[in-house]
Structure formats: C-alpha cells, structure tokens
C-alpha cells in the first residue's frame, strides 16, 4: 500500500492549512487510519485517529482546531487545521492498519502502512 501526503508548507500563526493523505487502495479496507506528527529531536505522537464507522480521537493539544475526513471515493484522508500555532510545526504522517487495534490503542507501534511525510511550518 502506498500513502502519499500533500499540502503541507509554511504558514503564520492563526492561518490554515489542510493536508491530504491519497491511498493507492481502498481506504474502506482500513480499520483506523490516523494522523501523526514529528517534531524534530522529538518522538512521533498521535494528532488523530478515524476508525472505519467515522469515530474519531484527538489529542487534547488539537481538539476544536484540527478536524479529520475522509473522501473514499477519492481514497483519501484529510486534515483541515485551523488557528495553527507555532507548537504545530512538524512533519506529519498518514497511517494506515487493517487491524482495530491500531485505533484501540493509538500508538504509531500498531500501524503497519506509513506515508512519507509532509512537513507544516508554523512562525509567529
């Protein structure tokens, strides 16, 4: 499986910017797919998580300003942030698992299908 992000770059703070994540096979075959982020020199941690019945989990530092979709018609998974800090500068990843655990548990260990990366700058 491959999963290409797009639509990352620089922006103030207080702007906006909405990632996409395209799949090269039905997004309909995952069980949890989910956004990560890594800062640098620090680990990768969980933005959020959509499950295939369109539950989601977010991290506390992004509830209210980030919101996750999908488009399984286009196979694709999105990111929409809002109001983005200068804490929000990371590169972000897409991830995909076949199995509900991944979404049970929300750790990046569980997700077997990661995408490149695309890096969000934020300056204040």
């Known amino acids: 499986v491959q999963l290409v992000e797009s639509g990352g770059g620089s922006v103030q703070a207080g702007g906006s910017l909405r990632i996409s994540c395209a799949a090269s096979?039905?997004?309909?075959?995952?069980?949890?797919m989910g956004w990560f982020r890594q800062a640098a020199g620090k680990k990768r941690e969980l933005v959020v998580l959509?499950?295939?019945?369109?539950?989601?989990r977010y991290d506390d530092t992004v509830k209210g300003r980030f919101t996750v979709s999908k488009d399984n018609a286009k196979n694709t998974l999105y990111l929409q942030m809002n109001s983005l800090k200068p804490e929000d500068t990371s590169m972000y990843y897409c991830?995909?698992?076949?199995?509900?655990?991944?979404?049970?548990?929300?750790?990046?260990?569980?997700?077997?299908?990661w995408g490149q990366g695309t890096q969000v700058t934020v300056s204040s």
């Open positions: 991830a995909a698992e076949e199995i509900i655990s991944a979404c049970t548990y929300g750790e990046a260990a569980y997700f077997g299908d």
């Open positions: 096979k039905n997004i309909n075959s995952f069980q949890c």
């Open positions: 959509i499950d295939n019945h369109e539950r989601t």
